[in-house]
């Protein structure tokens, strides 16, 4: 037959509108996927600021602020407009940023995956399996930025199918423009960056192998310099919004010199080489990062599926394996981790883009397993139900302690933290937890905004610096490291008509006349002259549900601190200038020693950096044979640490100078 003739034009429309109504049909299950995950995300998210960095995001949403470095300026223009949305509080508001861009995510994500395995169900099946995994479901729910990093990262994957599929130049435009917007979001995508570019160089010359075109270096040169432009233009918003002085200004990246210290991330530089890097610890990192796969729930149908790909297509296998290796060793190298509880809360985010290429794999693991069991009769839907049942099963598994709706932790935490200081304190913080809810609840809620923090972000910036000499301001800065803040901190104390109040201990000199005393999560620093104040702060403290902690990093920790705060004042009470009677004193070191081993059992046993804390805790208030045996459990955890082995070394000469003082009477 002619495909001139009216049969074959007929026979074309049939073909196209069939066509047509294949993609309709793809792009609404596509989309019923990616509306189930949202409601399941909504539902659980949350409605109170949670942990981590959760407090500085909202806080840099609802007052336009300047964040942690690189800055994130693209979230949080984009967490800027939902925290704003009618209906909703800030926090709502931009947790349902993260909700919907998960959403997204996996809907895209299914698509991809339907495209490369042809294959729609399963793909559909992947990226539900993907949404329920533990590390992205609880991005999806709380105020962060990696739910929309995963978004730019499966349309940058999208569009170089796009790309793959037909070698138009118009898709390396968007790539270009994808990856722009991605750099301006996280740091993720320098090293996405690499495997990228390496994809397309390796499309083109597959089409120059085939004499369809040559390798276009200027097309290149242009897209490099449309990404730099996409991430420059947001960029502005970082020294513009440090010129406004909002409540949140981290780095005063006001000059083009602060900027790229911001950008760059200065402040954190110490991190690469902080630590040894040795085999023993290399292996511990790789173990942590090993762990962390597998407890997301895509093996082995991740590594077969790479099996399916590599036969399918080299060039996507190694695209993908490139993207996840990159992303693990990158960010396990930049960051240096310790194999401690809180270093796995922080490197449990970076591989997200890593198991989102394990969901593409396991998209061809099911296509496989549905086209072998198509050959018995029902066993195509046999595969497809157990695949849906095992995603029910983690769904229902994971859901108690994923859910984020009325979760009180950290906000508790900082609201407890303020109740019980007098007026026109001074804060020290020294963790997330404390430092981030108190500057919520302070810029957004308006709550004692009487009380400042000497040190939101990390490094000093106390008030009452005019009353220093120019020679103890200069001092104060970026630049000043931890060890290096106690004289500045002695003398602003001194100086201040403020009370000053610190979460760690702090070290003053025995010159100043400064006594320290517990207040209850706090320690208060009083001066001289100071008359010993009569308030009980544990009378003003409200919590919630001590058991209703949900596996959350955050709520372990702040019930840890909440045992450790109390086994101080108990161990505070044996000091050596109060000479207590010794059966009291032995009776409040047990009662110490039972509170912290009970705060370990809670956070973790086998954490060695909390193991350091309960000895140094110890050790400070003279209880040194309960310190050695915490410090002797830590150095098992971990062998390397120049830290634990110091004050291991220092507590069993002390412990050895009170035994020969015994043996002398």
Known sequence: MDDSSPEGNRGRDVVTRAEGERRVLEWARVAAVGGAVLLLYVTMMARVVTGEDAGEFITAAWTLGVPHPPGYPLYCLLAAGFSRLPGLGPVAGVALLSAVCAAMTVALLALLAGMLCRDVVAGMLAALLFAVTPSFWKHALI???????????????????????????KWLWWIAVVTGLGLAMHNTFILLAFPTALFVLSRDRSSRARGTGEIPWRSYAVCVLVALGCWAVWQVYIPLRSLANPPLDWGNPETLSAWWRHVRREQYDFMVSAQPRIWPRLVAQARMMLGLYLEQGLFPLDLVGFVLLWRLCRRWALYLAGCAVLVVAGFTFWQNPEPTREWR??????????????????????????????????????????????????????????????????????????????????????????????????????????????????????????????????????????????????????????????????????DSGIRVIPWGLLWRALKPADPMPEENPWALYRWPDFRDRRGDFTADLIACDLLFARAAEELWRTRPDTTPDPDAALAWRKRAVSLVDVGLDIYGPDDGAMLNNAGVLCARFGAFQEALRYFERAQRQLPWSKTIHDNLARCRARVSQVHDARVVR
């Open 345 to 510: 809360l922080v490197m449990s985010v970076f591989p997200i883009p890593a198991y989102m290429a394990g969901a593409l794999c396991v998209a061809l693991s099911l296509n496989w397993l549905r086209r072998m069991a198509d050959m018995f009769r029902g066993g195509k839907r046999f595969v497809t139900a157990l695949a849906i049942g095992y995603i029910l099963v983690l769904l229902v598994a994971r859901f108690p302690d994923q859910d984020r709706r009325d979760f009180f932790w950290a906000r508790e935490y900082g609201l407890n933290l303020l109740r019980s200081l007098p007026r026109n304190a001074v804060y020290v913080s020294n963790s997330d937890h404390g430092s981030f809810s108190v500057l919520y609840l302070q810029a957004v809620e308006g709550v004692r905004r009487d009380v400042a923090n000497a040190r939101v972000y990390g490094y000093l910036t106390p008030p009452d610096v005019d009353r220093l000499p120019a020679s103890w301001r200069d001092m104060i800065g970026p630049q000043l490291s931890r060890s290096r803040e106690w004289p500045v901190l002695e003398q602003l104390v001194l100086a201040s008509d403020r009370p000053w109040f610190f979460e760690q201990y702090p070290v003053f000199s025995l």
């Open 143 to 169: 105020p962060e930025v990696y739910a929309s990093t995963a978004l730019l990262t499966v349309m940058l994957w999208l569009v170089l199918a796009g790309f793959d599929a037909s070698g138009d130049r």
